[in-house]
């Protein structure tokens, strides 16, 4: 990503009046840290915290195998990246770009972008709400996006499951279990 003008970093070094030294960048990425968990993420579930609750309804996509299988594929780009920066570069998450790696990344289930556990807002999934499963032995993808990575399909926006489960909780009275009061 860095070769395309778009880097990623977990921390940089910096030369501040007291020398040089790390500095964390929290960023959308550290908002969404789950182990130790964000503070962005502690706000979010700490009552009292906003001043409006908002009644909502959570769901959850997770990957498998078959999901993942496409990472072997040596011709997409998701096997250059983890070729080139995993192999060469020895950056961690494209050494893990493969079907074997990639779930550990998370140490739990995920969509291939986003832990379960952060998906959930830290709650357990209700019923309905865990999308595991698309019928034909496939779970889901966070995003288009990351197909042409090697990621195999569907995703949580392609027609079926998920879509019409949105459709059925925008039609679901807020006083429904479903729904949990989350600050804004």
């Known amino acids: ?10 921390s940089v070094q910096v030369v501040t009046s007291m020398g040089p ?14 182990s130790p968990t964000s503070q ?20 959850a996509g997770i990957v498998n195998s078959t999901n993942l299988a496409g990472l072997a594929n040596t011709n997409t780009l998701g096997f250059a990246i983890h070729s080139y920066c995993g192999t060469i570069l020895s950056n961690p998450l494209a050494v893990n770009l493969t079907p074997t790696g990639w779930p550990t990344v998370f140490g739990e289930e995920n969509d291939a972008i986003v832990g379960q556990t952060s998906q959930l807002a830290n709650l357990n999934a209700d019923p309905g709400q865990l999308f595991s499963n698309d019928g034909s032995g496939r779970g889901f993808l966070h995003t288009p996006g990351v197909e042409p990575l090697g990621f195999l399909g569907p995703t949580v926006l392609d027609p079926g499951l998920v879509p019409s489960q949105v459709i059925t909780l925008l039609n679901t009275p807020v006083s429904s279990q479903v729904f949990h009061l989350l600050n804004p």
């Open 21 to 34: 030294g790390a500095l964390t960048l929290p960023a959308a990425v550290g908002d969404l840290v789950d």
């Open 40 to 59: 962005a993420l502690l706000n979010i579930n700490t009552a009292g915290q906003g001043s409006h609750p908002l009644p909502t309804a959570l769901i």
């Open 1 to 10: 990503m860095a070769f395309g003008g778009m880097p990623s970093f977990q």
